[in-house]
């Protein structure tokens, strides 16, 4: 994005990052001025949505849960902590990919999309509190 001539940049102190927001949002929804980056979690995509209408700016499914890890869960709620710890962990056992899109997103405004009807209980909750 290129500057105005005589606008100043953004004024921030020196050592202090820009905060990052980070929203969920189901891909159903109409996409929003605010969403920032929209990032699609899931690893299929959702049913019934062109890929012009869902306006990505990426789709990350090599970090959603895995098909036997989903197929286990099926948002269950007295499955979640489980969930949630072998999310992470395959997370983790995959390498960097978390950390190049935690770096990716840091001091911007995102947008998480999944297709699940229940944000409260699925992978977009997990990835949203390690990457924020």
């Known amino acids: 994005m290129a500057k105005k001539a005589g606008t100043a940049g953004p004024t921030r102190k020196p050592g202090r990052r ?28 959702p049913r019934g949505i062109a890929k012009s209408k869902l306006k990505l700016d990426a ?20 499955k979640f902590a489980e969930f949630r710890r072998r999310y992470v962990a395959e997370l983790k056992a995959q390498g960097g990919g978390l950390d190049e899109l935690r770096a990716a997103v840091r001091g911007q405004t995102v947008t998480l999309l999944t297709a699940t009807k229940e944000l409260d ?7 949203r509190d390690l990457l924020g």
């Open 59 to 78: 789709w990350v499914k090599h970090l959603s849960p895995s098909h036997e890890l989903r197929k286990w869960y099926r948002h269950d709620p007295e």
């Open 121 to 127: 209980l699925s992978h977009a909750i997990v990835l």
């Open 18 to 45: 820009a905060r990052t927001t980070i929203r969920l949002k189901r891909a159903y929804d109409a996409p929003g001025n605010d969403d920032g980056l929209r990032i699609l979690i899931d690893r299929l995509w």
